[in-house]
């Protein structure tokens, strides 16, 4: 018994609110120090879930991941693109240093197969990452794929909307994306296995576009309104 | 030279009985429909015979299964036969309708003895479900008959071999009937009288013919065999008695198949990537399945598991009288064990072929794209989608040679609604496409919304403000 609960607290499942444990499960790093940080030491949890909860895309959710995309990818774990709702650019991923022979884009009909393809490649060991755009999704949908995601040993991180962060939710780690000025992005750890939620870093990833804060914005000539061509 | 004949005395009985699950009274009438001539031994038990007439028959066994002989069913079951007892012997001659020659002589170094290929022939076929009659000779035509009456036995000895055949009655040694008659009158009535006759006398008295017929059995005259050569695809066929209405009743049969291909695919040491499975039906066209792997395969788990997804996807449209599994495409199989040049071990490999073979059996093959950078300053142009491949080459990354681009592309440029919050870099003019009627003539922004969002925005000849991606 007492053996039991020694695997419990050693794997941080049993929450404990007066005593920061440091969990032994194992994760990837982010490939950013300020988030590795907030996250004790670890980044993304592998063999579980994680939620990136943010408004609409463009504020540099993709950039959060590709440290390890780059990673992954070099080191030949496939990354699978599940039901992305844009095209994810090849040239700029190649410019990430990528590889793309990696990277498998999957679309899917319905919610059955995108459910499906999901478990399926989360259980495969040739899988690195799956990012995955569920859409709408009921909380034993997720506890299906929190599952499945302990079956195997890649990293999941579904992207859904920012009201969900309100909803409870069996995922791993929860984190919150929001904007932030110069073009930085503001993570708020929602929920993270074996601590206290709620802390905040600031990811400066201004790069994204080639943009460093401390220049000045290099328009060449603002846009011509009146001009005529 | 010495003859192995195996003779199949209900062949077609026992290859329906195999392809299907439960096993009921059967029998197998002639091409009109009138006589019973085969009859499995459940029917036996309720007392249908060979030779009875059909009616009778129903009317002892009301639910018998009938099946209609048909000859090219049965040259193409011979030829399955022959295809499993070419893995044992290298000399097969076809001996239609039912029996099959194989040359023995040379193999008895390799089984150690007749008596251990004999028993070889005989554990395989009892492992397959067949019925046959084995009988030694010395000629092609001896061994047939001796295999034909049931007198087999494991001899190589050419006197004791003549021996049996003179036991052998007239009327079971297949002359022709004027033939026939005419040697009883003569007061013959066994093969060992006709053999004592003067081989002048014959000729004269009966015909050339039955003369050859006779040197031929006996050793004296030469009776060249030209032999069988397998084909270079793979087919199998199961028929059902009774109509399969649900995909789940194919599973069977199609499980013995698949192990047959795979038993033929390590013989032949080759892989394969496409199944065919034609279903037909009792009316209307049949359906034809094309399973694919994404790689060379040859477990018969893996095709079990990915015909299944492929059922489950598709019903069936109509019940499906017979199956047919057909293999034309193989391939050399792959080095196996170890890691290759670049440290991925063969486990990996196969585990990827797997996971996206069952993608594509569900998903369908177009669902799954890897993507590729093109050779065009057009942004819509320059990404390409290709079929899912594995290759091994490492790509060189050539960072900051690439210009600045967004990791998201939107489907199609979208209307700028609002006025960006601040300006970053640009215009950074694309112009081209003027070529091939695609013409593009823009100025590209990178600016941030009011919402947070950094947007890659252009402006097109006709002074329209467009967002045509984000950089995610």
């Not at chain 1, 079956?151 to 984190?175: D, I, K, M």
């Not at chain 2, 032999?227 to 087919?235: D, L, M």
């Not at chain 2, 073979?357 to 819509?380: F, I, V, W």
Request: net charge neutral.
């Amino acid at each position: 018994m007492s053996e039991l609960i020694n695997t419990l607290m050693q794997d941080a499942r049993v929450w404990q609110g007066h005593r920061h444990n440091k969990t032994t499960q194992p994760a990837e790093p982010t490939g950013y120090q300020a988030l590795d940080n907030q996250l004790g030491g670890l980044g993304w949890p592998r063999g579980a879930l994680s939620e990136c909860l943010l408004d609409a895309p463009g504020i540099g959710e993709l950039t959060l991941l590709v440290p390890l995309m780059q990673r992954l990818s070099q080191d030949g774990k496939t990354v699978f693109w599940l039901n992305p709702p844009h095209t994810p650019y090849a040239p700029a991923l190649a410019r990430e240093g990528i590889n793309l022979d990696q990277v498998i884009m999957i679309h899917t009909e319905d919610k059955g197969d995108f459910l499906w393809t999901l478990e399926n490649c989360l259980r495969s060991p040739v899988t690195g990452l799956v990012m995955a755009w569920p859409g709408k999704l009921a909380a034993r949908e997720i506890r299906r794929l929190q599952l499945a995601a302990e079956a195997g040993s890649n990293v999941c991180v579904l992207f859904r909307e920012r009201h969900y962060a309100e909803q409870n939710s069996p995922a791993a780690l929860r984190l919150e994306l929001e904007p932030e000025h110069q073009q930085s992005l503001k993570v708020n750890v929602v929920k993270r296995r074996g601590s206290w939620p709620g802390q905040r870093c600031s990811l400066a990833i201004a790069h994204r576009a080639s943009l460093s804060h401390h220049e000045t914005p290099r328009v060449v000539q603002g846009p011509w309104p009146t001009a005529a061509r | 030279m010495l003859w192995l004949h195996l003779h199949f005395p209900h062949l077609l009985l026992d290859h329906i009985r195999r392809s299907g699950e439960n096993v009921a009274a059967l029998a197998i009438v002639e091409g009109s429909g009138q006589q019973v001539i085969q009859a499995c031994p459940a029917a036996r038990d309720l007392g249908v015979k060979a030779g009875m007439r059909l009616k009778t028959a129903i009317s002892l066994a009301p639910d018998l299964g009938i099946v209609r002989a048909d000859q090219a069913q049965e040259t193409r079951i011979l030829e399955d036969q022959a295809l499993w007892v070419y893995r044992y012997a290298a000399h097969i001659v076809l001996v239609p309708p039912n029996g099959l020659l194989a040359e023995i002589g040379s193999l008895q170094r390799l089984y150690g003895g007749l008596p251990a290929a004999w028993r070889t022939i005989e554990e395989v076929l009892h492992e397959r479900q067949l019925n046959a009659w084995l009988g030694i000779g010395h000629t092609p035509l001896a061994a047939g008959l001796i295999a034909r009456n049931g007198m087999g036995e494991c001899t190589s000895d050419t006197a004791q071999i003549l021996r049996t055949l003179g036991r052998i009655p007239l009327q079971a040694a297949e002359f022709d009937t004027r033939t026939s008659t005419r040697l009883k009158r003569l007061g013959l009535s066994t093969l060992g009288e006709v053999f004592g006759l003067p081989p002048a006398e014959m000729a004269r008295r009966l015909s050339p013919e039955t003369l050859a017929t006779i040197q031929k059995i006996q050793g004296s005259r030469a009776d060249p065999q030209p032999p069988w050569q397998p084909p270079h695809h793979f087919r199998q066929q199961a028929d059902f008695v009774q109509d399969i209405e649900r995909s789940q009743g194919l599973l069977f049969p199609l499980h013995r198949m698949l192990s047959e291909l795979e038993k033929d695919l390590c013989w032949r040491q080759q892989d394969t990537d496409c199944l065919l499975l034609v279903l037909q039906h009792r009316n209307g066209e049949p359906t034809h399945l094309r399973i694919r792997t994404s790689g060379p395969e040859h477990r018969a788990e893996a095709f079990l598991s990915l015909i299944t997804l492929r059922f489950e996807q598709q019903a069936l449209k109509a019940p499906v009288a017979s199956l047919r599994l057909t293999v034309k495409r193989f391939l050399g199989r792959e080095m196996h064990g170890g890691q290759d040049l670049l440290g991925e071990s063969q486990d990996l490999n196969e585990a990827w072929h797997t996971l996206i073979s069952r993608l594509q059996a569900r998903l369908g093959e177009n669902a799954l794209k890897q993507l590729a950078p093109t050779d065009d300053h057009r942004p819509e142009r320059a990404w390409s989608t290709s079929d899912v491949r594995r290759s091994n080459r490492a790509t060189i990354a050539a960072t900051g040679q690439l210009p600045c681009r967004p990791l998201w592309l939107l489907q199609g440029p979208q209307p700028l609604t609002e006025t960006p919050k601040a300006w970053f870099t640009g215009p950074e003019r694309i112009s081209g496409g003027w070529w091939d009627g695609q013409r593009v003539h823009r100025d590209y922004y990178i600016a941030q919304l009011n919402s947070g969002q950094l947007a890659w925005v252009f402006r097109d000849m006709r002074e329209g403000w467009f967002i045509h991606g984000w950089f995610g």
